[in-house]
């Protein structure tokens, strides 16, 4: 399984984006995989296929009145991994013996 | 304010890096900003200089005993814009009417 | 037509990783598209479909003999652009009326 | 060394930024430091404290009249590595035993 962190946004439609990032978080709810938004990005858990259908899938709507989008996607693949989207929190909180903040 | 999310993992180091990516978040819980982790990195809200200033901290105490390390560091800055950790995720979700996974 | 950067290396397999970033290469060479290496990444011009299709060969014969595997991409979509991979270094020389050091 | 991709942009100024990105390069270009320019981003190689003190000079002067910056770095921090803004590339080239396209 995979993390895979994306930040999509256009550009040419003002400082401010949030209108088009709530119809990719949208689609990613919508979508069936397990995800965490945060304030930089969301990080989507799954299979390789899985997870860029859905990225694709957020690409494609934005790309329907943007005609300039960047994106940042950073992905972390470990064999046999899963529940990592609480799982590495969980592992720092427990090697530091404290909570931390997440939400 | 800037939002400024953060990924420092050394190389040669084997496949588990959570003992190091454990002190980097230490330092950052000590620092006096206001930060949220996620399982792809970790979100500082501050100003420039201070925010640096951590990271480079994090920097440091790692290369004491690591020869190789890959940083990722994506930053927002919105003049004016302050209380971001918590606005951005909350903006997504009013405009969807619902809430989202954030933790 | 997008640009999209890609950075893929291995977890675990020591400090050089040069022999893995070989064979992401090779795939890329070999793949038709057009693209430029650079000391942090390699750009790939193209569709959606070809280009994801091309980093996902890289990540499937990667995953063959890597059990944690670090991948970070930066998308650029423009509407109609094309050529952008020497396109937009030349736009900023021209803008500078000089040329920058680019290899 | 570090060797640091940095790529920066400002939010609110239309679909075109390459006179913003003109202004960094100009920065980047004057500062001493060797870089090398590519279709994506900057890739800048120096000391922590340089390198970064190059990278806020560009900040500061796009906050200047932006009013919303987005801004990725990524790092690679080797121990007691020169010279690898040329020597990474031909390092690839030498194990394929071929030349790739890099300008």
């Known amino acids: 399984m ?3 962190e994306v ?3 256009p550009f040419g439609k003002g400082e401010s984006v949030g209108r088009y990032v709530a119809r ?3 689609i990613i709810d ?3 995989l397990d995800y965490r938004l945060n304030p ?5 858990e799954g299979e390789w296929d899985a997870v860029f259908a859905v990225i694709k899938q957020c690409y494609t709507r934005m790309r329907r009145d943007c005609n ?10 470990r064999k046999g ?3 990592r989207l609480t799982g590495k929190v969980h592992s720092v ?3 530091l013996k404290r909570r931390l903040k997440t939400t």
């Open 2 to 4: 995979l993390l895979v």
């Open 7 to 9: 930040s999509m946004s």
């Open 24 to 26: 990719s978080l949208d």
């Open 30 to 32: 919508h979508s069936g």
């Open 40 to 44: 930089m990005g969301t990080v989507i």
């Open 68 to 77: 300039r989008i960047s994106i940042s996607i950073r992905a972390d693949y």
């Open 81 to 83: 991994a899963r529940n």
């Open 93 to 95: 909180e427990r090697r």
